[in-house]
């Protein structure tokens, strides 16, 4: 059986990729309408010179006619998204927002940049994303109904939860499953980021879709009793289930 060949991404957006300045500066050169053309994806080179970091590229294309910093791909990710989620990509953050970018827009999953910045603990971007006068907002729900901070909670960085709460993130907020970030951040094994929920106040006693408290999500003992230990030294009650030990 022969396996179909896959189309060939245009030359514009290989160069895009590719990170060759002076090719795209020749192709637009013949055909400056190449800037807005669009690959099988649904992407503007635009979007494959962000998602490979060529600054000097995104550059260019910001001065061709048509240029749309919130230009969006088939599943509706603007070039601020793919930035903001790409290592080291600061810089072209910092371009897309003197663009003029929506920082709150949203893709078809309903996630932001924020959201993506957060899942990649790309710190100096959230940083960036929520300063003045730019200030992304920390409340936005996804299509399972996530805030940015149910992602800093599983992906267990503390520095970031406390980023977002300083700007106004809700603490407990319910996903669709009925989970807090303390869910999250116990659940995947994470009970540094927990107990620095629990010191700015995370409630406890919530359950989710199948009842459960946050600290039966531990995935082992070690954990439970890490949480436990660390809430106690805080003078921070956790709600238990009926019957579970965890200190013995």
Same mark, same amino acid.
């Not at 509706?76 to 990509?89: H, R, V």
């Not at 003045?132 to 805030?147: G, N």
């Not at 094994?189 to 629990?198: C, E, I």
């Not at 600290?215 to 289930?241: G, Q, Y």
């Given at each position: ?71 969006? @791909?088939?599943? &509706?990710? =603007? *070039? !601020?998204?793919? #930035?903001?989620?790409?290592?080291? %990509?600061?810089?072209? /953050?910092? +371009? $897309? ?77 319910? @996903?669709?499953? &009925?989970? =807090? *970030? !303390?869910?999250? #951040?116990?659940?995947?094994?994470? %009970?540094?980021?927990? /107990?620095? +929920? $629990? ?50």
């Amino acid at each position: 059986m022969n396996t179909p060949l896959l189309p060939e991404r245009p030359a514009i957006h290989e160069a895009a990729i590719k990170g060759n300045l002076a090719e795209v500066e020749k192709l637009l050169a013949e055909n400056p309408k190449l800037a807005n053309s669009v690959d099988d994806d649904g992407r503007l080179p635009l979007h494959w010179a962000i998602s490979s970091n060529h600054k000097a590229i995104v550059e260019l294309l910001h001065s061709t006619k048509g240029f749309d910093p919130d230009a969006p @791909d088939t599943r &509706g990710w =603007t *070039p !601020l998204m793919i #930035a903001a989620s790409i290592k080291d %990509g600061e810089e072209i /953050v910092k +371009l $897309l927002l003197a663009y003029g970018a929506m920082v709150n827009a949203q893709n078809d999953s309903k996630q932001t940049a924020l959201h993506f910045a957060v899942s990649k603990q790309n710190t100096e971007v959230v940083k960036l994303l929520l300063s003045a006068p730019h200030k992304a907002s920390t409340r936005i729900l996804d299509i399972r109904k996530q805030i940015p901070i149910h992602r800093a909670a599983a992906v267990g960085s503390s520095p970031l939860i406390r980023i977002l709460l300083d700007n106004n993130s809700s603490i407990d907020p319910i @996903d669709d499953y &009925g989970q =807090t *970030p !303390l869910h999250h #951040a116990i659940a995947e094994g994470h %009970g540094d980021a927990a /107990v620095t +929920l $629990l010191k700015r106040g995370a409630k406890t006693d919530g359950k989710d879709k199948e009842g459960k408290l946050a600290i039966e999500l531990a995935p082992d003992r070690k954990v439970r009793l890490f949480v436990s230990n660390a809430a106690k030294a805080e003078n921070i009650a956790i709600t238990m289930p009926e019957g579970m030990k965890i200190d013995l």
